[in-house]
């Protein structure tokens, strides 16, 4: 049966992770979960949604994300709640609601899952897509964040991920910022002719944004303005030669970008991506960063904190477009057939026995002939099928064969599991 074509599809910029897709997920979510584990951080799972003023507040009414991408509706009780467009924000909301950081306690957490952003889609970029999202929350120091970019590099190079360049920045914080967004207002009033709508807009609410414009001259005009690191204030300066020479010691090699301010308002400090060269327009497998003001924005009392989040997604592509391995895929070792309805019976048993022992076992649950039972194996490139007929029936044995070379042995029900799995007895 082909597509069959419905009324009903799923919504547009929403897909549908297959079987054949959806084992190579799990391997990078393992992956990423044993990294993760070696680096001290705690996997929680956090809300779907969220109250949307959460976002409004913590992700900042100014960026693209809140002013024209969010999921938000009203509940039955009459409750604005938005689907969650990013994690950091709700992270940082459960670690304050559960006292993860209380009396300066230090938190490192991560979780991975759906968010959700009414953008234009395109290849690598979904209205529901899914991130793998760290967060280190009460510590202020350097230390943490160059900690937080070798976990992210440490991913992807179990990953096998190759071509990626980590690409650096600061943003730096409501001392040095004002000074600097006055910089770059001079910069672009005296070029304003090159300037997008959007951007002429930006002016006003962000001059910041205008930086990662991708309009061509907006571009231009963005590499003449002045750069940040030239205005960072002494305590943003230390920092960020601190994460520099952090990255250096651990031999992570990274590009400075003046251009790179990420759309989150609340980032202070170091900025980061990692991009991927085989990935087109949508680039950006990672991004991170410190957010020291995010936990007050929200109301709650001052928490620094850094972190970053990978897109599944866009991981998953790369690693394919670049043959990378996602393990061993999921396959049926031993195919069980019925010669005959009264081997039925004797086939649910054996498959039973060798899935209790950990062996990926198929039957056949449709009362289907011989003939189709034996292409159903073909299909699953089963190693071994053990068949079950009247002769094996009445001594009480099962027929196991070997499906590369043919070959048979006649053994007891209670030996096929061992015999199966047994090193140098492998047909493949
Ligand atoms: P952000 O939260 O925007 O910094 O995004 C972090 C990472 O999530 C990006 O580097 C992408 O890999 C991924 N990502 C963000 N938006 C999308 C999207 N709409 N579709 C797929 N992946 C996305």
């Known amino acids: 049966m082909g597509s069959i074509d419905m009324d009903i599809k799923a919504p547009r910029g929403v897909r549908d992770i297959l079987p054949g897709e959806s084992w190579k997920w799990a391997y990078v979510v393992r992956t990423t979960a044993e990294a993760m584990a070696d680096f001290g951080c705690s996997e929680v799972h956090l809300p779907i949604f969220e109250q949307t003023e959460l976002f409004s507040r913590g992700v900042g009414e100014t960026t693209d994300i809140v002013e024209k991408e969010m999921y938000t509706f009203s509940d039955r009780g009459g409750r604005s709640v938005t689907l969650r467009p990013e994690a950091t924000a709700g992270m940082v909301r459960a670690a304050l609601e559960n006292g993860l950081c209380a009396q300066g306690a230090s938190a490192k957490l991560w979780c991975w899952g759906p968010m959700f952003r009414y953008e234009r889609p395109q290849k690598g970029r979904y209205r529901q897509f899914h991130q793998i999202d760290m967060e280190c929350l009460g510590v202020s120091g350097a230390g943490a964040d160059v900690e937080v970019i070798d976990l992210s590099a440490e991913i992807f190079r179990r990953l096998g991920l190759r071509n990626l360049e980590v690409v650096l920045n600061s943003v730096g914080c409501p001392v040095c910022r004002p000074v600097y967004r006055q910089a770059l207002l001079a910069h672009f009033e005296a070029r304003r002719g090159e300037l997008c709508e959007t951007c002429l807009g930006r002016m006003e609410r962000n001059p910041l944004r205008i930086l990662d414009c991708k309009n061509p001259s907006c571009g231009a005009a963005a590499d003449a303005s002045p750069a940040i690191y030239d205005h960072l204030c002494p305590e943003c300066r230390d920092h960020f030669e601190e994460v520099r020479s952090g990255l250096e010691r651990l031999d992570l090699s990274y590009r400075l970008d003046k251009r790179l301010v990420r759309g989150l308002d609340y980032y202070t400090k170091t900025a980061y991506e990692m991009l991927s060269g085989d990935l087109g327009a ?147």
């Open 282 to 428: 949508q680039n950006a497998v990672c991004g991170g960063g410190r957010y020291d003001n995010l936990s007050e924005a929200i109301g709650g009392p001052h928490l620094p904190g850094v972190g970053f989040a990978g897109g599944l997604d866009r991981i998953v592509l790369v690693m394919e477009e670049q043959g990378c391995s996602f393990g061993r895929a999921p396959a049926v070792r031993v195919y069980v057939a019925a010669l005959s309805d009264e081997a039925r019976s004797a086939v649910q048993v054996l498959t039973h026995r060798l899935r209790r022992h950990g062996v990926a076992a198929e039957q056949d649950t449709a009362s289907r002939g011989f003939k189709a039972q034996m292409k159903s194996a073909d299909a699953s490139h089963a190693a071994w099928t053990c068949i079950i007929g009247p002769e094996e029936m009445e001594k009480g044995l099962v027929t196991v064969r070997n499906m590369a070379d043919g070959s048979q042995a006649s053994l007891a029900p209670e030996a096929v599991p061992e015999f199966v799995t047994k090193e140098g007895n492998q047909p493949l």
